[in-house]
């Protein structure tokens, strides 16, 4: 079945590490997305890409580095810049197709700071 | 003012209560997404609008363009509903990025 796999799970950094964080589809979108949610606050956008080779900051983009050599993955790495690491990060793609904007999430990856 | 609010932010029910969770949005959409998010886990789509009303098993959305508002509907609700549910909307255009709500906690009791 065509989906969102993102990797680990569960990860824990100690501070002052980067990591970086998984995400592949196999279901051919053009688009994808990183967004980072905490606790009482809606989920925002940090980094997305349109198309190989391409992306753009979102709302929070400072302290994370993302890449799109493959359509089918855009990893993200949280660096040793970003002051408040731990949070709940999920990762999402989308296809334009019939007029409307189909969106795919994945299953996240809680990334907690110790 | 967020762009995206929900109400009310956290919702406990009776089993077999019917379930009504508001959306408003001040933003001009091309769809607007019903997501629901168990603890601990990842976010599952149930619906995208773009204009009347949806239904999936127990689940009923809904849209009105002209007063930028949205419900979601649950008949007969069950423990197992509780969860997350979290309204977003799609710009549409270059980016197509969303904009989500800050959830509302759905907590139904047996």
């Known amino acids: 079945d065509g989906g969102i796999t993102q990797s680990p799970k569960y990860l824990f950094r100690k501070e002052g590490q980067n990591v970086t964080l998984s995400c592949e589809q196999n279901?051919?979108?053009?688009?994808m997305y990183w967004y980072r949610q905490d606790p009482g606050q809606g989920l925002r956008l940090i980094y997305y890409?349109?198309?190989?080779?391409?992306?753009q900051k979102g709302d929070i983009a400072e302290g994370y580095s993302v890449s799109r050599e493959k359509k089918e993955s855009f990893p993200l790495t949280v660096t040793s810049a970003q002051k408040n690491p731990t949070a709940f990060y999920l990762c999402?793609?989308?296809?334009?197709?019939?007029?409307?904007?189909?969106?795919?999430f994945g299953s996240g990856t809680r990334l907690t700071v110790v | 003012k967020n762009e995206v609010e929900q109400s009310p932010q956290n919702l406990t029910a009776q089993e077999g209560e019917f379930i009504t969770i508001n959306c408003s949005y001040s933003?001009?959409?091309?769809?607007l997404h019903w997501l629901q998010q168990h603890p601990g886990g990842g976010i599952v789509s149930l619906f995208m609008?773009?204009?009347g009303k949806k239904k999936h098993g127990r689940l009923i959305a809904t849209i009105n363009i002209q007063e930028k508002h949205s419900s979601l509907h649950i008949t007969a609700s069950h423990p197992r509903d509780s969860a997350v549910y979290i309204c977003?909307?799609?710009?549409?255009?270059?980016?197509?990025?969303?904009?989500f709500g800050t959830g509302t906690l759905l907590a139904v009791q047996p």
């Open positions: 999402a793609s989308s296809s334009p197709g019939q007029g409307l904007y189909g969106y795919t």
């Open positions: 279901l051919n979108h053009d688009a």
């Open positions: 890409s349109q198309i190989v080779n391409d992306f």
């Open positions: 933003v001009g959409i091309s769809a």
């Open positions: 609008l773009s204009s």
């Open positions: 977003a909307v799609s710009a549409g255009g270059a980016t197509n990025k969303l904009i």
